[in-house]
């Protein structure tokens, strides 16, 4: 159950539905950070940090999580109250005639888990999917832009922790090599200039305000009725 939760909120709860993606091509870039540069046709993008700044991955994020909130809450219950019997279980004073008693209580909070598990499936998975298809669409857009406007013919994607102090922990250098090992190319080192993420995660941003900005009342002139 612990499992489905972390799948739940992590990269893949970051997802949106859209619409009108194709005007964001008639958009240009943002202003960012990135210039264009002489001679350079390949540049890189972070996708872990352009899904985790899109306004609109972090608005479905945060709409996802108090979907399973309720279900959050009573799972830890459930754990709990398995952890706590089966504590009891293993003191002395812990009376044998219970043991039968105790031990179906845990099957019950087990398969009760379990059930939880297939009705967050049941209830999320099909939207995960679908929404990721058209984060996925929105990024890819965002990405065409922001190349074309500044001359790069080749975006390569990768993906790296947000926390920097997880960048040279071990998960994160084993997750690399294995990539390596299976024949992928893994950006070892990236010069900031060539860094598209920043660019293109503010381009969809702003893309992202304008179709969502609220029209401001119309206040009333002096001499309406």
């Known amino acids: 159950m612990k499992k489905m ?3 739940t909120t992590g990269f893949a709860v970051l997802l949106a539905s859209a619409y009108g993606v194709s005007q964001l091509v008639a958009q240009p870039p943002a202003a960012g950070a990135v210039p264009q540069v002489q ?33 959050k809450t009573k799972a830890l219950k459930l754990q709990e109250e398995m952890k706590s019997w089966a504590e009891a279980m293993q003191k002395p004073s812990f009376e ?5 008693q105790y031990q179906k209580a845990l099957r019950n909070n087990q398969r009760e888990l379990e059930d939880m598990e297939l009705q967050i499936k049941n209830l999320l998975g099909k939207k ?15 990405i065409d832009a922001v190349a074309k406007a500044y001359g790069f013919q080749i975006v390569l994607g990768y993906g790296d922790p947000m926390e920097k102090d997880m960048l040279n922990q071990f998960s994160n250098i ?9 024949g992928s190319t893994v950006p070892l080192y990236v010069h900031g200039s060539v860094d598209l993420s920043a660019a293109i995660a503010d381009t969809l ?15 009333p002139t002096s001499g309406t009725k």
Do not use: C, H
């Open 96 to 100: 044998p005639s219970k043991k039968e």
């Open 128 to 142: 995960q999917e679908d929404n990721l298809i058209t984060l996925w669409r929105e990024v890819n857009m965002g």
């Open 5 to 7: 939760f972390v799948l």
């Open 205 to 219: 941003n702003d893309w992202f305000d304008r179709q969502n900005k609220t029209p401001a009342p119309v206040t």
């Open 39 to 71: 001679g350079t046709k390949v540049a890189v993008v972070n996708i872990g940090l352009v899904f985790n700044k899109y306004k609109r991955a972090v608005v479905f994020k945060a709409d996802l999580e108090e979907t399973l909130k309720p279900f």
């Open 174 to 182: 084993n997750r690399k090599m294995q990539a390596m090992d299976l």
